[in-house]
């Protein structure tokens, strides 16, 4: 989030921690939406790209290369909107481990 780190022991406001909690539901709503887009977009193109193979003639199934190349991209979107965002802990060894790279 944009917010100054918050000192160990100093308190949150109430409002402020909502206000947060709405901006990050709102970011996460986004993000399924546009994947979701993404999705229909990526099924709607491949049908149209596939009725076009079969009405020249299906043969060579060249369709396949959009597929796979689209499919990545995909993937990869899924795999960010759905993965789980790091925990506490995570975090901390993260900031260890980057205290030690930096000293």
């Known amino acids: 989030m944009s917010n100054p780190i918050v000192p160990p022991g100093a308190e949150v406001p109430p409002d402020r921690v909502d206000d947060d909690l ?3 539901a709102l970011k996460h709503l986004k993000a399924k939406r546009d994947l979701q887009a993404h999705a229909i977009a990526y099924v709607m193109v491949n049908l149209l790209l596939v009725g076009i193979w079969w009405v ?3 043969g060579f199934f060249w369709p396949i290369f959009i597929l796979l190349g689209w499919g990545i991209g995909l993937a990869f979107n899924v795999w960010d909107v759905l993965s ?3 925990g ?3 975090v901390e060894a993260e900031m260890n481990r980057l205290r030690m790279r930096h000293s």
Do not use: D, M, V
């Open 22 to 24: 709405r901006a990050l």
């Open 56 to 58: 020249s003639g299906a």
């Open 84 to 86: 789980p965002e790091p």
């Open 88 to 90: 506490p802990a995570e």
